[in-house]
């Protein structure tokens, strides 16, 4: 079982840039997919990025692509999210979330365990 904890969210100014953190406790971190999704008010959760067990496949929402970067450290159990260049429709609770298994995957219901989410505000 692995517990993910989500930080570094905040408020930010379009145009900024922020990077979210996600600690991961419990066996095998390294032998899942990890991915960010994000929920804003009113509106379904959605996929925004994800990486592969090693970290050698990654892949983006077409919403994100360009500005955010996944990254993962298999040592430190750490997932990271770069955002940069953030729009007011960035605006949302970011989740991290863990798949068993290798391969890239884009739907919630791949995911095995969820953090509780961080909240990241972009003001316009």
């Known amino acids: 079982q692995v517990q993910l904890v989500e930080s570094g969210g905040g408020l930010v100014q379009a145009g900024g840039s922020l990077s979210l953190s996600c600690a991961a406790s419990g066996r095998g971190f390294k032998w899942y997919t990890m991915g960010w999704f994000r929920q804003a008010p009113g509106k379904e959760r959605e996929f925004v990025a994800i990486i592969t067990w090693s970290g050698g496949s990654s892949d983006y929402a077409d919403s994100v692509k360009g500005r955010f970067t996944i990254t993962r450290d298999n040592v430190k159990n750490t997932l990271d999210l770069q955002m940069n260049s953030l729009k007011p429709e960035d605006t949302a609770v970011y989740f991290c979330?863990?798949?068993?298994?290798?391969?890239?995957?884009?739907?919630?219901?791949?995911?095995?365990?969820w953090g509780r989410g961080t909240q990241v505000t972009v003001s316009s």
């Open positions: 979330a863990a798949s068993r298994g290798d391969g890239l995957r884009y739907h919630t219901w791949r995911y095995d365990y």
